[in-house]
C-alpha cells in the first residue's frame, strides 16, 4: 500500500462548480497533514495545513479522520486560476521533517 | 527577501557523465531538502541536511548519489555516472527550523532543476 494515495483524477469542472478531492494515508502515527499546490512544471506550494477539527480559507475547506486515515479538500465555486494539480502532503515529524506526497490530482476548470 | 535559489534550472547531461545540482535556501534557513519528481510521479523524499550534516539520507540511492551542505556556500546535489532513469526534476525545499514531534516548519521550494540525461 502506498503511503500516501488520492483520487487519480484528472477532474475537469466548469467555473463555479465545487469539488472535493480525497487522500488516504497508512501510517497510523503520521503527525501532519497538507494540501499543496503544482502548477505544470513548476514548484508545489503550500495552500493549506489540515486539523483534526477541520479548517476554512475563503473557497477551501480541508477535513481530516484520524481514525479513518482520510483527508479530503473541498473546492467551492472553483475559478479557472484553480486550474492545478492539488498534491496531498503528510509528514511524520521526528527528527527528520521530510514530506511524503501524494501522486497528486489534476484540476482543470474550463469556462 | 529572496526564495529558495537552484541552478541550473535546465541541465542536459549524456549518459555516464556527472551532474551538480546546487540549492540555495531562503536567508535565515539552515535546513535543506532534496525531492525527485519522476515525469507523471509525485515527490519522493531524497535526503536531509543541515549545515555540514546529513541528518537522513534514507531516500537517496545507495550509488552514484550524493549531497552535501557546507558551512560556507549551497547545498550541492550530486549524480555520478547519469542514466536514462535519473532525468527529473529535482527540487530543494528549506526550513528555518527543524521538524519535532508534533509540531512542522513549512517547507518552502525552489523553483527545480530538470534533469534530462541522453
Known amino acids: 500500500r502506498k503511503e500516501v494515495e488520492q483520487d487519480p483524477g484528472p477532474f475537469n469542472v466548469p467555473e463555479g462548480a465545487t469539488v472535493a478531492f480525497n487522500c488516504t494515508y497508512s501510517?497510523?502515527?503520521?503527525?501532519?497533514f497538507f494540501w499543496y499546490r503544482q502548477d505544470c512544471r513548476k514548484e508545489p506550494k503550500l495552500l493549506m495545513s489540515?486539523?483534526?477539527s477541520g479548517n476554512e480559507d475563503g473557497r477551501f475547506t480541508a477535513q481530516l479522520n484520524r481514525a479513518s486515515q482520510y483527508i479530503s479538500l473541498l473546492i467551492r465555486d472553483s475559478k479557472l486560476s484553480d486550474s492545478a494539480t492539488y498534491l496531498c502532503?503528510?509528514?511524520?515529524?521526528?527528527?527528520?521533517?521530510?514530506?511524503?506526497f501524494g501522486k497528486g490530482t489534476k484540476l482543470s476548470v474550463k469556462p | 527577501n529572496a526564495g529558495v535559489m537552484q541552478n541550473p534550472r535546465h541541465l542536459v547531461r549524456r549518459r555516464g557523465q556527472e551532474a551538480r545540482l546546487r540549492c540555495s535556501p531562503m536567508?535565515?534557513?539552515?535546513?535543506v531538502y532534496w525531492y525527485r519528481q519522476l515525469p507523471e510521479e509525485g515527490l519522493k523524499f531524497m535526503v536531509y541536511?543541515?549545515?555540514?550534516?546529513?541528518?537522513?539520507e534514507s531516500g537517496m540511492p545507495k550509488e552514484r548519489f550524493s549531497a552535501e551542505f557546507p558551512k560556507e556556500g549551497p547545498s550541492i546535489l550530486r549524480i555520478q555516472q547519469v542514466v536514462r532513469g535519473d532525468s527529473a526534476a529535482y527540487f530543494c525545499?528549506?526550513?528555518?527550523?527543524?521538524?519535532?514531534?508534533?509540531?512542522?516548519?513549512?517547507?518552502?521550494f525552489g523553483p527545480g532543476t530538470r534533469l534530462t540525461v541522453l
Open positions: 525545499a528549506s526550513s528555518s527550523i527543524p521538524a519535532h514531534r508534533g509540531t512542522y516548519n513549512e517547507q518552502f
Open positions: 501510517n497510523s502515527a503520521s503527525q501532519s
Open positions: 489540515v486539523y483534526s
Open positions: 502532503v503528510v509528514s511524520n515529524g521526528g527528527s527528520q521533517g521530510n514530506l511524503i
Open positions: 536567508k535565515g534557513h539552515s535546513h
Open positions: 541536511l543541515q549545515k555540514e550534516n546529513i541528518i537522513d
